[in-house]
């Protein structure tokens, strides 16, 4: 009798295990969310955090003076043409120094749409609160880059100091200059200016806007003048005690294209022939030293190196993650 009852146990528990398992069949497992949008990168005794804004998606047609047969075989190569636009990161770097809180470039909060503007989030998800940040070192003034401020007349950093550069103020913000812009790009502009202007004006109520003209050093980061994507566009060197990281701006958007033909310009640069000799100059001396390089438009989280086999076309190598 006690083996019949242990059969009919067994029996039941298998029945139970294939309903089970033919439910566990039907059933659709819920897809997570990304992971915050946070990388921290230890250079040395300083912490380097990077914090993504958000994906954009550019137009390959962006790219100047280079056939779109050849963008599209590029992007291929690097599996990297897609059907929405060239995929490009816009990121911001926070740099803890150990007295220091320093934010480089700030995202483009809501000035481009709701697919930018998570600076804050995560920033806040690395474990610091805007309040601590103390400078702002702004490469320059496009509104993905500057932006990320301030909302709707309050600063998102309240205790922090904005710089620029004295050439980037006075070609956005000098009244005389929109009639220098060429007609036809005059209204896009006075748009940006005004975004600009909306972004900074907390800070200049506060006098908390400064300017600085090359050879000033600020929070110990050298300021290099990489003008041509804008008049007034500075890159920004680090150096710890074990190594020299550069916060190098918009001197490139496309870790595929400008690094395999580093002379094409982009639609933004307003002096393209400038913009691609800064390109050659700074990818040169990258490749050669070593220096690491923190990038705002290369794939999040825009931290690594810049190699060349034979000082024509580069490739970017970016840091492997490390816990």
Known sequence: M?????????????????????A??????EQKKQVAGYYQYQAGNVQITALLDGTNFMSPTL?????????????????????????????????????????????????FGA???????????????????????????????VCGISKNGTANFPNATVYASQDEAN????????????EAKRAGYLGTVEKIKAALAPYQAKQRFKTYKLGDEIQGFKVISTAGHT?????????????????IGDIV???????????????????PQQAVQTRLKQFADFAKNG?????????????????????????????????
């Open 231 to 247: 008049p007034g566009h500075f890159s920004y060197a680090l150096k710890t005690d074990s190594e020299t990281v550069v916060f």
């Open 253 to 271: 958007h496309s870790h595929t294209v400008q690094f395999d033909r580093p002379k094409t310009a982009i639609e933004y640069d307003i002096n």
């Open 291 to 323: 220096q690491t390089i923190a990038a705002p438009h290369l794939p999040f989280p825009g931290i690594g190196h810049v190699y060349s086999a034979d000082g024509k076309s580069y490739q970017w190598i970016p840091v492997h993650f490390k816990d």
């Open 115 to 145: 697919h930018l503007g998570s600076v804050l989030t995560n920033l806040k998800a690395a474990g610091y609160q805007p309040e601590q940040v103390d400078t702002i070192l702004l490469t320059h003034l496009h509104p993905d880059h």
């Open 2 to 22: 006690k083996i019949i009852k242990s059969a009919i146990i067994v029996l039941s528990l298998s029945s139970i295990s294939v309903v089970s398992a033919q």
């Open 24 to 29: 566990n069949e039907n059933q659709t497992l």
């Open 171 to 182: 070609y956005w913000l000098d009244a005389k200059q929109a009639s220098k812009v060429p």
């Open 63 to 111: 790219f100047k003076d280079i056939p779109q047969q050849q963008v599209h075989d590029i992007l291929k190569k690097y599996y990297a043409d897609q059907e929405k636009g060239v995929q490009t990161s816009v990121n911001a770097f926070l740099v803890n120094t150990g007295k220091s809180l320093v934010l480089v470039d700030s995202g483009a909060a809501s000035c």
